[in-house]
């Protein structure tokens, strides 16, 4: 369980091509322009994610925003990672305010509390570092990017360690695994994309 996470996230980083076949439920349709860019996200998806499937169903709904262009995909995945953490970290500030809860459960949520905000504010400057990447600035500004993500789904999976050993409270358990291993895996995936982006843009001449 420890560490997990961060090989995921390194396994991200070193997987571009993902050997998973992709399913080709739209290849009876006709290729329109939205079934193109919905195809596009699909692909991305299963050529470069862990979790291809929750790729393809999070993303595939802004296919004709992201229209085919890499960092349009890299950063609406940043952002849905976003919008997920932080309505998960709203929930963490909800459940450790539960009645009757024991001390170190209390704990181990208020650890998750700090680390999934920690989370919230790296996704963002994340998102910011992209908007400033560019012209001379793009590897830098790239490297920056992935350094914040990756620290993003470091912290969500310190809040998973933190309620991975026995005994503790269940259904708070089962609360925390369902949408920190959410986030995390939403996370791993915006990494995957944003990394597969800053490579392909890195070997251009
Ligand atoms: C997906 O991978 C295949 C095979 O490696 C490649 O030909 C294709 O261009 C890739 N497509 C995308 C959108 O990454
Ligand atoms: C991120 O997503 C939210 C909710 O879907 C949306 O309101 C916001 O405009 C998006 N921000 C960016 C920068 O794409
Ligand atoms: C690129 O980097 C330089 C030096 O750090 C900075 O002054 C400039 O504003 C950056 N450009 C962009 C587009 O962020």
Not at 169 to 175: C, E, G, M, N, P
Not at 177 to 202: D, F, G, M, P, W
Request: aromatic fraction near 6%; charge should be positive.
């Amino acid at each position: 369980m420890e560490s997990s996470f961060l090989g995921l996230a390194l396994a991200a980083i070193l997987i571009l091509r993902f050997s998973t076949p992709v399913n080709s439920s739209c290849s009876a349709t006709r290729p329109s322009p939205r079934n193109v860019d919905i195809r596009y996200v699909e692909v991305s998806c299963y050529n470069t994610t862990l979790y291809p499937k929750l790729c393809y169903h999070t993303l595939a709904i802004y296919a004709s925003t992201i229209k085919r262009n890499p960092k349009l995909l890299a950063n609406t995945a940043l952002n849905v990672s976003l919008v997920n953490t932080k309505s998960t970290s709203r929930l963490m500030k909800r459940v450790h305010r539960i009645p009757g809860l024991e001390p170190r459960v209390v704990a181990a949520m208020l650890d998750c509390v700090e680390e999934v905000g920690d989370s919230v504010y790296e996704l963002r400057r994340s998102m910011k570092e992209m908007g400033r990447a560019g012209g001379s600035n793009f590897s830098m500004a790239m490297n920056d990017v992935e350094t914040w993500v990756s620290a993003a789904l470091t912290d969500d999976d310190t809040c998973l360690d933190g309620f991975a050993e026995e005994g503790m409270d269940r259904k708070v358990k089962t609360i925390v695994k369902r949408h920190v291993q959410r986030i995390a895996r939403l996370t791993s995936n915006a990494l995957a994309l944003v990394n597969r982006y800053a490579s392909t843009r890195a070997s251009l001449p």
